[in-house]
């Protein structure tokens, strides 16, 4: 939504996902970054979960939601990462993007660092 036109142009695709470039990716989480989010998180189909983290000082004022344990905050500040889905025969995909997101917060809330929350989301 950040960007109507590529959005327009992308949904004409068979594949949208696919018109999605790593430098596309990586410029919609720095923008999301700079207009105030500390984290974001981006299903991005088969394609993974592609997270972008704002510096510690604003991770610091996430509220309720904080990383419970600080020796795992260095792992959390100013970090792009991009997980790859696990192979799978998959019966359906309803759903998997919220559990995708279920497992990320389960990873936050229990101070897991965040390629272990990675690992949980996907």
């Known amino acids: 939504m950040l960007r109507r036109s ?3 142009q992308v949904m004409t695709r068979t594949r949208p996902l696919d018109a ?4 596309i ?5 720095q923008t999301l970054l700079e207009i105030g989010a500390p984290i974001v998180g981006l299903k991005l189909g088969e394609r993974g979960l592609y ?8 991770l610091a004022r996430i509220g309720r939601g904080q990383i419970p344990v600080r020796a795992v905050w260095s792992t959390w500040a100013s970090r792009e990462l991009w ?3 696990f192979a799978v025969q998959a019966a359906g995909t309803t759903g998997s993007g919220d559990a995708t997101i ?7 809330l ?5 390629p272990e929350a990675l690992t949980a989301a996907c």
Do not use: H, N, W, Y
Not at 20 to 23: C, K, Q, S, V
């Open 102 to 108: 279920a497992g990320f917060l389960l990873g936050l």
């Open 25 to 29: 990716i990586t410029d919609l989480g």
């Open 83 to 85: 997980a790859p889905c």
């Open 6 to 8: 590529l959005f327009e």
């Open 51 to 58: 997270v972008r983290t704002a510096g510690s000082a604003r």
């Open 20 to 23: 999605l470039t790593p430098a």
């Open 110 to 114: 229990r101070g897991m660092t965040l």
